[in-house]
T-cell receptor, first 113, second 114 residues
Framework: DTAVSQTPKYLVTQMGNDKSIKCEQN?????MYWYKQDSKKFLKIMFS???????INETVPNRFSPKSPDKAHLNLHINSLELGDSAVYFC????????????FGPGTRLTVT | AQSVTQLDSQVPVFEEAPVELRCNYS??????LFWYVQYPNQGLQLLLK??????LVESINGFEAEFNKSQTSFHLRKPSVHISDTAEYFC????????????FGKGTKLSVKP
């Protein structure tokens, strides 16, 4: 069974469109994350969320918004896509009170044309 | 603020040679350190971690890393690499904030040549 899954794996869209990336974890973890990996492979936290608190990296444009329908899902919605949004987006999860390691999804490669 | 420095962006080595990937961190709080590996076109997989206890930690595929508090380092080593070890390796430190975000280094591309 896949621990952390993301859909879609690839997403090609035009500037100005709105798109969503879905993430699900079946590990029973209490915290989920979104990371962005740029073309130079640099990974940066975008959001972290548990059932109590959403923490937003202040450098993330407000066109990006996480949405969590339940503890097992944290989706990423992006409005008015720009060329600079092209990257690989990774979802991750962890259980903060038991272990500290994060488990990552396979990534979604977003290409904005 | 915490940070992670991976000094080498690329490390080319021949198969069966030893390798060391360097990682230095800065942190003013309790340190939890990780190495992740990313194979081409895949997500990140946890390779090993240091939370407490023994400063030498090992992975199941022959890698090891040693936590050195005085040198603020967590270098990754393997005595004999294989072609299949070719990947991007990321060192990370857990943020001291409430949700434990990971702060990553910029990664080291390990290329193993026959």
């Amino acid at each position: 069974d896949t621990a952390v899954s993301q859909t879609p794996k690839y997403l090609v869209t035009q500037m100005g469109n709105d798109k969503s990336i879905k993430c699900e974890q079946n590990l029973g973890h209490d915290t989920m994350y979104w990371y962005k990996q740029d073309s130079k492979k640099f990974l940066k936290i975008m959001f972290s969320y548990n059932n109590k608190e959403l923490i937003i990296n202040e450098t993330v444009p407000n066109r990006f918004s996480p949405k969590s329908p339940d503890k097992a899902h944290l989706n990423l919605h992006i409005n008015s896509l720009e060329l600079g949004d092209s990257a690989v987006y990774f979802c991750a999860s962890s259980h903060q009170s038991i272990t500290y390691e994060q488990y990552f999804g396979p990534g979604t490669r977003l290409t904005v044309t | 603020a915490q940070s992670v420095t991976q000094l080498d962006s690329q490390v080319p080595v021949f198969e069966e040679a030893p390798v060391e990937l360097r990682c230095n961190y800065s942190s003013s709080v309790s340190v939890y350190l990780f190495w992740y590996v990313q194979y081409p076109n895949q997500g990140l997989q946890l390779l090993l971690k240091y939370l407490s206890g023994s400063t030498l930690v090992e992975s199941i595929n022959g890698f090891e890393a040693e936590f050195n508090k005085s040198q603020t380092s967590f270098h990754l080593r393997k005595p004999s690499v294989h072609i299949s070890d070719t990947a991007e390796y990321f060192c990370a430190v857990r943020d001291g904030g409430s949700q434990g975000n990971l702060i990553f280094g910029k990664g080291t591309k390990l290329s193993v040549k026959p």
